[in-house]
């Protein structure tokens, strides 16, 4: 992510793991043995994870609007 010409690091959750979509089949031992819940920008690429993880037989948690509403929410961001 960028504006106005600086490099602006993407918000997460401070206790989140950021696993970009295309690399998720790979990483599935990097998440937790429990619910995983899933943010993106927006809910589409996190809706798309959820799908992939349910069928592998996850328990998965879309957070409905992604980071913007996690925010908007009252929840912790982090800019790392």
Do not use: F
């Amino acid at each position: 992510m960028s504006g106005a010409g600086k490099n602006i690091p993407p918000p997460s959750s401070p206790a989140a793991k950021n696993i970009p979509l295309e690399e998720l089949p790979s990483r599935l031992t990097d998440l937790p043995d429990t619910t995983v819940y899933l943010l993106c920008g927006s809910g589409k690429r996190s809706s798309q994870a959820a799908r992939m993880l349910t069928s592998r037989g996850y328990d998965t948690v879309n957070v409905a609007g992604g980071i913007t509403e996690w925010y908007r929410g009252g929840h912790p961001v982090t800019y790392t």
